[in-house]
């Protein structure tokens, strides 16, 4: 059972628009949300990550939102550049957990 | 070093054959994972390290896996009588103390390639 669902599978938007990717969870004990950035052949980075406490954070041209009542979550890439092309990927974890649930993966592409 | 190195970078086995994948942390560490990542998916937890003990084995898909980390630094991961499934890229991540939230570090990852 796949405890992140992640969407859109893949996405294309022009240099300068916004990039929006969306996860969604279950599991109420999940407190830290993690966006990973991977490019081919590279282990994921992490990109930036959110607690439940606050319902957004940003970090230069990257925002996640946060809804906890609906248990969605989402980030944001402003001014996409064709750098930014890569697979993106949610995750989450729970303090008393021992690991990071993933995502499937959205793989953007940013046409110059 | 700087970073998660991981090695070899690639690796093709013949069916049956044993493999060991190797994980050198973030010096300072405690926490290590490998997590399974197969093409088009997220990476999948296998297991984790806290020191040299294995805290949670529970991702491990059958026996044939196996994990030691034996001075709680570099870790092991060791196939057996490897199957065409086991293909994948595995991947090794450390973090400073393996709590819940805590920022994990990954290494480029070691692509199985079993033929």
């Known amino acids: 059972q796949q405890q992140v669902k992640q969407s859109p599978q893949s996405l294309i938007v022009q240099k300068g628009g916004i990039s929006i990717i969306n996860c969604a969870y279950e599991n109420t004990a999940f407190d830290y949300f993690p966006w990973y950035q991977q490019f081919p052949g590279k282990g994921p980075a992490l990109l930036i990550a959110i607690r439940p406490d606050v319902s957004e954070k940003k970090e230069g041209r990257f925002t996640i939102s946060f809804n906890k009542s609906a248990k969605q979550f989402s980030l944001h890439i402003m001014d996409s550049q064709p750098g930014d092309s890569a697979t993106y990927f949610c995750?989450?974890?729970?303090?008393?957990?021992?690991?990071?649930?993933f995502g499937t993966g959205t793989s953007l592409t940013v046409i110059p | 070093g700087a970073g998660v190195s991981q090695t070899p970078s690639n690796k093709v086995t013949e069916k049956g054959k044993y493999v060991e994948l190797r994980c050198d942390p973030i010096s300072g560490h405690t926490a290590l994972y490998w997590y399974r990542q197969s093409l088009g998916q997220g990476p999948e937890f296998l297991i984790y390290f806290q020191g040299t003990g294995a805290a949670d084995d529970s991702g491990l898909p059958n026996d044939r896996f196996f994990a030691v980390r034996p001075e709680g630094s570099v870790s092991t991961l060791k196939i057996q009588r490897t199957e065409r499934g086991d293909s994948a890229v595995y991947l090794c991540?450390?973090?400073?103390?393996?709590?819940?939230?805590?920022?994990?570090?990954f290494g480029q990852g070691t692509r199985l390639t079993v033929v």
């Open positions: 995750a989450a974890s729970s303090d008393t957990g021992n690991q990071f649930y």
């Open positions: 991540a450390s973090s400073y103390s393996g709590q819940g939230g805590t920022e994990a570090f």
